[in-house]
């Protein structure tokens, strides 16, 4: 069975504090790996789709590297505007729904 | 950037009643489309697959005719909530697959309230 774990359940840091989220996955044939930001009230925001151990993928203040176990979201000097849950999940298959972590609630204070 | 777009955003309806809630993909054709329910402070959970011109697979424990799901174009999935209880309150969101690439997006949410 196709399984997700996020950690921490929740991640409190000061401005510009660094840090990273971790997400273990048990897959039988990766074919992505997404990460996804969720504002409260609002559907997930699309943020990458890793492929393959070894891939990174950047963007603003978020990196994203991914390997054959488990995959990190590192967050960079962070705002309070990257408050929010990220969840991350995997697919298996072509067209086979997402399999969701619980996420990792993020708050970070000015 | 490729969108999905669900109408209403929120909607009240009575205990008893039917309420239906729509999904677009406005930047692409999606044959496959993806229903989650959402309760406070927890992950998404998935309540069926909509398959454009067949029968929609509902995932274990999700009860098929009290959540109707029509996908009868390449753009538009619906998902019907019939005879509403207080206790299908929750956001509904939807997701579709880009067919150009492997990006799965998802919609605004709906957030049903039954009274």
């Known amino acids: 069975e196709d399984q997700v774990t996020q950690s921490p359940e929740a991640l409190r840091l000061q401005e510009g504090e660094s840090s990273s989220l971790n997400c273990s996955y048990t897959v039988s044939g990766l074919r992505g790996l997404f990460w996804y930001r969720q504002d409260p009230g609002k559907g997930p925001e699309f943020l990458f789709t890793?492929?393959?151990a070894g891939e990174e993928k950047e963007k603003e203040r978020l990196k994203a590297t991914l390997t054959k176990k488990e995959s990190f979201l590192h967050i960079t000097a962070p705002k309070p505007e990257d408050s929010a849950t990220y969840l991350c999940a995997v697919q298996a298959g072509g067209n086979t729904p997402l399999v969701f972590g619980k996420g990792t609630r993020l708050s970070v204070i000015a | 950037g490729a969108v999905v777009s669900q109408h209403p955003s929120w909607v009240i309806c009575k205990s008893g009643t039917s309420v239906k809630i729509e999904c677009r993909s406005l930047d692409f054709q999606a044959t496959t489309m993806f229903w989650y329910r959402q309760f406070p402070k927890q992950s998404l959970m998935l309540m069926a697959t909509?398959?454009?011109?067949?029968?929609?697979?509902?995932e274990q424990g999700v009860e098929k005719d009290k959540f109707l799901i029509n996908h009868a174009s390449l753009t538009l999935s619906t998902l019907t909530v019939t005879s509403a209880h207080p206790e299908d309150s929750s956001f509904y969101i939807c997701?579709?697959?880009?067919?150009?690439?492997?990006?799965?997006?998802f919609g605004e949410g709906s957030w049903l309230t039954v009274v």
């Open positions: 997701s579709a697959k880009e067919p150009s690439g492997n990006t799965i997006y």
């Open positions: 909509s398959n454009e011109g067949s029968k929609a697979t509902y």
């Open positions: 890793l492929y393959s």
